[in-house]
């Protein structure tokens, strides 16, 4: 077999995908309503053609025959074999009946929970989470290598080469560390006036500002698009065709504002992906949670800096025509950062949300160890919120009913989140030693910032392995220290408290 | 072979033609600028899994086996068997070498077609225009069949069953008749005002008016969409996803609403045609001409009446906020009929429009009568918009060059356009005869309109030829007298011409 025969038929898997992508695209945002069920046929039927291929002849073929002729491969050749056998052996290692029988559970769950949902009460849930948490089990059986624990075959779904022993310690660093945090901000702070924040911005108000902001960013709108959607989200279509979706509330502009920043980090990576891995499984993200470690940067790092938002604030009251003439900087920033215990992941703030993971990944890796029931969970759930966020749910739906995850039956992502934080606050503190971050987001030119992330991490694609990745960008393995300082100065600041 | 195997086949075919078609419509509609090599790419990768089905082993064999077990198939396996043939028959007809040089050629004549534009100079374009018609004569050789004339095979590509015997009588009547009615028109019409048709109305108050008169005359958004173009059209992805594309003029109203209601014409076709067909080529428009005969009701037969902008224009007066309020409705109605000789076929008037196809008509026939040397066309050309129209085009761009389609070898498609306007007059005396338009048209409730319609035309989609579909409408063959009745209606009441 050739390279360039391998090579066509990666390309041709790759044409299929953004023949899909463009469909889900469509679908989130403008098919008419009534158009899903045609759509979903065909979706199936080009998602069947690009299966059929990766799990194909042709892929069987390359991998025995460059498994014995690695030289006879370019390194692009190589990577992309790596990264093709990953999934091919991840498929055949499953017995077909038990991947069926997992779809339909999932399937099933998916339709409990949503049932559980209304009732607020997980009883209706449990018996699809107990099947699905089974199911998860026996694939991990046929998936786990000598060394790993189960759930660290679960974590490296999502993260290659992340641990659970890893995880253990940055966890509990992290956890300890913000719990600290939080009391000092209790008892020592000023909390900022919010009160503003509610007042009417128009969609075409947000977009107008926040457009301008993610061009300065770096996102790049001849290649790229901005339509709305009612969950966000960033998809790479190709390299000249990377599309960002947002939704917007007129009464709370940090919705739209702050979401579309949070998508630019991821298109602005997916935009900036060497061109030479184009149409092979190697010009995609090099893990969810260094995708994640990108929109966190924009959102989290560059978005809560002081020095970000004194530059454009002026522009903001001027896109809001008026609306914030009497409100000053200083407190339009620190309404920005205020900090609140609260229940439901998707709308904690950037200092609580890391804890909400962190009860996740905890109770995950429980239910893996068999150190707890399913019927224990809500249990266990509520009292690690009361014990972590000083709150404890008053139902299930504001408990552990709230994400969809274990209905898909997707354990060991949560953690995706937090790392895709703590990455990023490391990605800023070597980013400092070369550049004077707050000087360039004073400027009219952040370019140098998007540079910096596009030598370091974006060009790479999925050509390294996010540890070797983040190793080579900053020096080290992954640090927690990082985010902790990076969240003691932000709040510390906000809620000026000196020490 | 089995029925349901052959249908499963065409199934197949038609869930690629539905991606191709969302690849298309989002090209035209908003695509990132640079994406366009990339999408490509992955429509002609597409379109080629397409025709290998269409020409492929499992039609020759449907071909073959129900040619001769015509029963074992259903009415609607019988219908599109007979569709399928045609086309098969017409790719194996011509050898491949023939196609490839044809579809060479015709990409050059567009790039030389538009060479000579900007240069105004049809010289530029004779060699590749000479070549596209020595091409096009050569697959003639190969498709024409006994009774046929060269120009008959060209019309039966857009038009089945359509005869240049029929067309020149039915297209000297049109003509003589028009002549005649402008010469009327000219010596004791009364010409309406028309300048403030240039008053400013935004894209928004535009749409939000023509978007109501579409629903009213009954394009369903929910199972289709509205989206900005550079050059409209309608298309019909699949029975519950329709979409319309419009563009937009501030300073032209026009433009923007009956361009929106001509599309709509489209769009209500391929949403009413039989769920029944739905995954066969039976669900589709009967012909180019009855498309266009919707379109055209919709714009030049309804759009045309006073009794639908009396009901109209206090709704278009409030989306104009204030603009429109000194024009009295009478003002406002006769402006839209207001009719001018022009050069340009895409800006002629609804009277003068249909002069402009029978020049096309006359000289296409000429040049496949060889009749004409490449050389003479432009003379011809201008020769013929003397006579016929009463002005000379100063230039080729403004006559000869105007049009795409020779670029494109797309020989015997311009007639559709006035089948089409033949058509629809034909069709409103027939409905005349069971509905009172007028009174619906001033009524909340146009459905009688849209429903009288799918019941004589859309709903048959593919599964008649039009001239059957025409016949079994209207009782009888196409006939161009109700054409030039209507125009008399219209514009001698315009004009304030009695006789």
């Not at 914030?324 to 407190?331: C, K, L, R, T, Y």
Request: aromatic share 12%; net charge negative; charged share 30%.
């Amino acid at each position: 077999m050739k390279e360039q025969e391998f090579l066509a038929e990666l390309k041709e898997m790759d044409l299929l995908q953004q023949a899909l992508g463009i469909l889900e695209w469509d679908t989130q945002t403008g098919m008419p309503e009534e158009a899903s069920n045609y759509r979903a046929e065909v979706s199936s039927f080009l998602y069947g053609k690009y299966f059929a291929k990766k799990i194909g002849p042709k892929m069987t073929e390359a991998i025995d025959y460059f498994g014995q002729h690695p030289d006879e491969l370019s390194e692009i050749g190589k990577i992309a074999l790596t990264l093709v056998k990953e999934e091919y052996d991840r498929q055949y290692a499953v017995p077909n009946e038990l991947m069926i029988e997992y779809s339909k559970a999932t399937a099933d769950a998916h339709y409990a929970w949503q049932k559980a949902r209304k009732r607020k009460d997980f009883s209706l849930f449990y018996g699809a989470l107990k099947e699905n948490i089974r199911l998860t089990k026996e694939l991990i059986s046929y998936w786990k290598k000598d060394e790993e624990t189960d759930y660290d075959v679960l974590l490296n779904l999502y993260e290659p080469n992340m641990t659970t022993k890893t995880l253990d310690e940055v966890f509990s660093t992290v956890r300890d560390g913000i719990i600290k945090l939080r009391e000092k901000i209790e008892t020592r702070g000023t909390k900022p006036r919010t009160d503003f924040l509610s007042r009417e911005m128009s969609k075409e108000q947000q977009r107008k500002f926040v457009i301008k902001v993610v061009e300065d960013l770096g996102f790049d709108l001849d290649r790229g698009r901005v339509d709305d959607t009612v969950h966000p989200f960033a998809t790479g279509i190709n390299h000249q065709d990377v599309r960002l979706t947002n939704r917007w509330n007129k009464k709370d502009l940090t919705t739209g504002i702050m979401g579309l920043i949070h998508e630019a980090g991821h298109g602005i990576y997916e935009q900036n992906i060497s061109e030479k891995f184009e149409y092979t499984p190697i010009h995609e993200g090099a893990s969810m949670g260094v995708h994640e470690s990108q929109s966190l940067f924009n959102e989290l790092v560059i978005g809560s800096r002081r020095s970000f938002w004194q530059k454009q604030y002026p522009y903001l009251q001027k896109c809001a025509q008026g609306i914030f003439d009497d409100i000053s900087f200083e407190d339009f920033y620190a309404s920005l950062k205020q900090t609140q215990a609260s229940l439901i992941r998707i709308e904690a703030d950037s200092l609580t949300y890391i804890l909400h993971i962190i009860i996740r990944y905890e109770i995950e890796k429980m239910i893996f160890n068999e150190e707890v029931t399913v019927e224990e969970l809500p249990q266990v759930w509520n009292d690690k919120y009361e014990q972590y966020l000083g709150i404890r749910p008053q139902d299930d739906l504001e408990g552990i009913l709230q994400d969809v995850h274990w209905s898909a039956a997707e354990f060991g992502y949560f953690p995706s989140y937090a790392l895709g934080y703590m990455y990023a606050c490391q990605l800023y503190y070597a980013m400092k030693k070369e550049i004077d971050v707050d000087k360039v987001l004073g400027s009219d030119d952040y370019s140098p910032i998007r540079k910096w992330l596009t030598r370091n991490i974006h060009q790479y694609g999925a050509a390294k392995k996010p540890n070797q990745l983040i190793y080579d960008a900053t020096g080290e393995a992954l640090n927690p220290q990082y985010l902790l300082e990076y969240l003691q100065e932000i709040y510390f600041s906000v809620y000026q408290i000196n020490e």
